[in-house]
């Protein structure tokens, strides 16, 4: 029985890719963006809403069943999204997270402290990383944050991937990667399958 879904973000990259998977599974997608006119998927009801007012987005987002957002890190908004989410009192909300606070290996540094960032990332990243730590104090929804691979990118739909918790997920080579395909395919996967509630998984081939 295919379920109601807001997609906050759909008209970028990722998005575009969870809101294909999601409809070619039978759900029914509404799909949030500031530019409706951007959001290009074909059966995808288009909405404006932006999470920076958190009321007009609650409403946005009121009577579905699940929230999934892809949309980018805006620094300083982390509440605003979560508020969103609280006021629309729908209880299972997925993130499309960031990797830097990965762990590089079970029990090691994270990426962030390994790796130098170009400084125009340094915010949206930061705020990636603090959106998790703020979600992982919140009872109240049913929340997933989903970390990609360290590179995600266009690619093949292999449905062939890995998991795992909070240790980033590399190949033989060392190289950390999966296409938006495949991490739509996984994203798609959790909301139906909720096995990461309250907590936060990543992926890699």
Do not use: C
């Amino acid at each position: 029985m295919g379920k109601k879904i807001a997609l906050i973000g759909a008209s970028g990259k990722i998005g575009s890719k969870i809101a294909a998977e999601l409809l070619q599974r039978g759900h029914t997608v509404t799909g949030i963006a500031r530019n409706p006119d951007k959001v290009s998927v074909a059966g995808v009801t288009a909405v404006k809403a932006d999470y920076t007012d958190p009321a007009a987005m609650a409403a946005a987002l009121k009577g579905h069943d699940a929230v999934v957002s892809a949309a980018s890190f805006i620094p300083g908004q982390a509440e605003q999204l979560i508020a969103s989410i609280r006021g629309s009192a729908v209880k299972r909300f997925l993130m499309v997270g960031g990797a830097a606070s990965l762990q590089t290996e079970a029990g090691g540094k994270k990426i962030i402290d390994t790796i130098e960032l170009p400084e125009a990332w340094k915010a949206p990243v930061m705020e990636g990383i603090r959106t998790l730590g703020l979600l992982r104090n919140v009872a109240d929804v049913d929340w997933t944050f989903f970390s990609p691979a360290v590179q995600i990118g266009p690619g093949e739909r292999t449905g062939k991937f890995r998991l795992d918790g909070e240790v980033v997920v590399k190949d033989a080579a060392g190289v950390s990667k999966i296409s938006y395909d495949d991490y739509a395919i996984a994203m798609v996967d959790e909301l139906e399958q909720g096995k990461y509630i309250k907590s936060r998984f990543t992926i890699g081939y």
